[in-house]
């Protein structure tokens, strides 16, 4: 496992800022965009069990990993199981069909935020009635939506993911479409206006929310990171994901 290299980062300071500033932004959303409070996943990718266990002390319960691998050896880290009993693990990396299997079985899976195909949610599907037969609830995921249309990005386009998510709503009992997700493109200059791959998964939501029938609550939107997680919220965001305000840089992984 990753072991502590770098100056050591007061983590249970920057989840007090970040929940701060979280706050402050929530008072900030126009009153028509109906949602949650939003949740906070802490993204402790390269981050040694230790930063884990430090932010779960502090109260942090969902946390965020974007490489398979790294999931699976934190999820079963053995001082990880001992001393975070309540933790809820999220995939927000893009999954091959190949290691869903390896996925699917580990302990405290919370939620797949990256689901963008029919194929992957079929295999999922199937996956997850055969490795959690005894699973009281269907396995959560957000579609993830590929609002700034890059080649390097997973995610579906913005036009067709409405039909992904009533094709699982509709079709697929072991699974439970959550929401949207998207990455969007790093570093928009926010002198220039609002976000545009903010505008689009919500616009997304919307067609969602209108074509099922559900109000704007029912429909989670995972969007905004730690550069601009509190303009996310102001628009309309349901779940965050922040990783170095809360645990400090991270060393490029090789």
């Known amino acids: 496992m990753l072991r502590r290299t770098m100056a050591e980062f007061d983590i249970k300071a920057g989840l007090q800022h970040v929940l701060n500033q979280m706050e402050l932004a929530l008072q900030k959303r126009p009153k028509e965009i109906n949602g949650p409070k ?85 295999s999922l599907d199937t996956a997850w009635s055969k490795l959690q037969p005894e699973a009281k609830e269907p396995l959560r995921v957000l579609i993830q939506i590929n609002t700034s249309q890059e080649d390097v990005k997973s995610g579906i386009d913005a036009e067709t ?60 939107v995972s969007m905004g990171m730690s550069n601009d997680y509190d303009r996310a919220i102001e628009m309309g965001s349901t779940i965050v994901r922040v990783g170095t305000s809360i645990f400090g840089y991270r060393a490029a992984k090789a």
Not at 101 to 106: A, D
Not at 198 to 219: D, P, R, W, Y
């Open 38 to 122: 939003p949740l906070l996943l802490a993204v402790s990718k390269t981050k040694p069990a230790e930063c884990i266990i430090e932010a779960y002390n502090a109260g942090q319960r969902h946390f965020g990993e974007n490489y398979v691998q790294e999931l699976v050896e934190k999820s079963q880290h053995p001082d990880i199981l001992a001393q975070c009993p309540e933790i809820k693990w999220h995939l927000i990396g893009h999954l091959q069909s190949n290691k869903i299997n390896k996925v699917l079985k580990l302990p405290n899976l919370h939620m797949i935020q990256t689901v963008d195909s029919e194929k992957l949610a079929n």
């Open 161 to 220: 993911a409405p039909s992904l998510y009533q094709y699982i709503r509709t079709n697929l009992k072991n699974l439970q479409a959550v929401g949207v997700m998207t990455i969007g493109a790093y570093g928009f200059d926010y002198s220039k206006g609002p976000n545009p791959d903010f505008i689009s998964l919500m616009k997304v939501h919307s067609t969602i929310c209108q074509a099922n029938n559900l109000s704007g609550e029912e429909v989670a």
